[in-house]
Every structure is written in structure tokens, then in C-alpha cells.
């Protein structure tokens, strides 16, 4: 059987596998950090149900499943509508094929770090607080839905001006995916944890709640202080200044592209 699939292959069948592969890909990213990944879940250990079930004969069980699997074929799309409405958006805005941070090549990042460290200078000089979250692998888009949604290349300019006191988006939390700055004002779930020091405000918190569910790396100024603060992991790491947060983001952003380099580096 095998044989006879690869004697089949051609460049058309090889560039449509890629095209689905693809856009299943893309899809994934899309409810990547978001409530569906585990609605997938129990579809799959329904299916899993449901062949278990077949294979050892529980003829009840099976039925059941049977007709559940057919009031899923309605109730899907209207499960999904937020992750549908999501994807079509995107894919009406050209957003389909918009790059996570972990995509940008390596002098992309860096200018995105420069600016984001000379954002957080202004805001530490001035005791003005700042929240920036930082998208990488794990989206995060069920807290973008809560802010204001914007389209703008990350500068210290733009970042700024988000967070000068009084004004409409200073509250909440800045997300930034790629070298882009997706949303503003948004709300972030904040940490559990009982450890915590009862010192740290909302904008700590929120910061380490985020980073506790994905991926994401937050940046907070404090407004009272001033301070510097990174979180990563759910754990915090406070009282930086410019050169250490520009270190902490080089490492954690530049790495990867870092070490991909050599494999396309055909000169060598």
C-alpha cells in the first residue's frame, strides 16, 4: 500500500500536502493559549472513548457516543465561533500569515529590544508604570480580546505614549507579538500563588499570572518606584536597570535565532 502512495506522489500532490499542512499549522497557532486547546482535548478522549468502546464490545457506550458525535457536528462550529470569527478576521486583515516573536530574524529582535529597553528607561526615570507582555510560542489571544486592538511597529515613541498617565489605554496591560503592538489596556489573569510578597501591585501580579499560563515574558515598571522587573515562568526577577533587562531579553529572544544561524550559513 505503501508503494503504490509514494508511486502516486507528484509535485502537485507534495504542494497540496504542504498547503493543509500549513494551514493546519497556522490554525493551531491561532488557539494555541486559548479555551479551545482543551475543548480539543475532550474531543480526543472521546474519540479515544469511542474506539475503546468499538473494540471491546460495550455496545451502550458506543451508541451513546455515537449519537453525542452527532450533536457535535452543530455544536462545534458554535463552540469554536470565537477561534472561527478569530482566524477569519486575520485571514481578512492578511493577519494569517503574521509572524510570532520566535519567526523575526535576528536584527528584527534586536531593534524590537532596543526599543522596548529605551521604553522602560523613560518610564523607570519617571516612576511611570508600565505592564508589556511579550508573546512567543504560546499565543495569547484570550487576553488580547480584552484590550483595544492596534496595529503598530513597536517604537519607543508609540510604547510611550500608551502609558503616559491620563491616557485612555494607560491602564492594562501592552501585548506585543512579533514586532508588532497587537493590543493595549488589556486585562491579565492574576497569580495564585500565596507565596508572593504582599509588596508587589496588580501590575506584578497580572504580569506573573500571564507568564504561570504561557509562555510570555513580562516587563512591569513600577509606578511607585520606578523599579525594573522581568517575569518569566511565573517567577519574578526585580531591580533592573536598562543593561541587565536589555541582557534578560537578548538571551531569551536571540538564542534561538542565534543558534538556527550556522545551518543556513552556507558561506562557512
Known amino acids: 500500500m505503501w508503494k503504490q502512495a509514494l508511486e502516486t506522489l507528484n509535485?502537485?500532490?507534495?504542494?497540496?500536502i504542504l498547503i493543509v499542512a500549513f494551514v493546519i499549522y497556522k490554525l493551531m497557532m491561532i488557539i494555541k493559549g486559548t479555551r479551545a486547546v482543551q475543548l480539543i482535548k475532550g474531543l480526543f478522549v472521546l474519540l479515544l472513548a469511542s474506539l475503546v468502546s468499538e473494540t471491546f464490545g460495550f455496545t451502550t457506550v458506543a451508541w451513546i457516543l455515537d449519537q453525542f458525535s452527532k450533536v457535535l457536528v452543530i455544536a462545534l462550529p458554535i463552540v469554536f465561533q470565537p477561534e472561527l470569527r478569530r482566524?477569519?478576521?486575520r485571514?481578512?486583515?492578511g493577519k494569517f500569515f503574521a509572524r510570532p516573536m520566535s519567526m523575526l530574524n535576528e536584527e528584527t529582535l534586536a531593534k524590537v529590544v532596543e526599543q522596548l529597553v529605551r521604553s522602560v528607561k523613560i518610564f523607570s526615570e519617571n516612576n511611570i508604570g508600565a505592564l508589556i507582555m511579550l508573546e512567543r510560542e504560546i499565543g495569547v489571544n484570550d487576553y488580547i480580546e480584552t484590550g483595544t486592538k492596534i496595529d503598530g511597529?513597536?517604537?519607543t515613541e508609540f510604547i510611550v505614549n500608551l502609558f503616559i498617565p491620563r491616557s485612555p489605554l494607560h491602564d492594562g496591560a501592552v501585548i506585543?507579538?512579533?514586532?508588532?503592538v497587537v493590543a493595549a489596556g488589556c486585562f491579565l489573569p492574576l497569580s495564585e500563588n500565596p507565596n508572593l510578597s504582599?509588596?508587589?501591585g496588580t501590575r506584578h501580579r497580572a504580569a506573573l499570572g500571564l507568564t504561570e499560563q504561557s509562555d510570555a515574558i513580562g516587563i512591569i515598571v513600577s509606578e511607585e518606584t520606578g523599579t525594573i522587573s522581568v517575569a518569566e515562568e511565573g517567577k519574578l526577577t526585580r531591580y533592573l536597570d536598562e543593561n541587565m533587562l536589555k541582557d534578560i531579553l537578548n538571551k531569551r529572544l536571540l538564542t534561538k535565532q542565534q543558534n538556527l544561524t550556522p545551518l543556513f550559513n552556507w558561506r562557512s
Open 11 to 16: 509535485f502537485i500532490s507534495i504542494l497540496d
Open 87 to 89: 482566524a477569519l478576521e
Open 91 to 93: 485571514l481578512g486583515r
Open 153 to 155: 511597529l513597536v517604537s
Open 176 to 180: 506585543i507579538r512579533g514586532d508588532r
Open 198 to 200: 504582599k509588596e508587589l
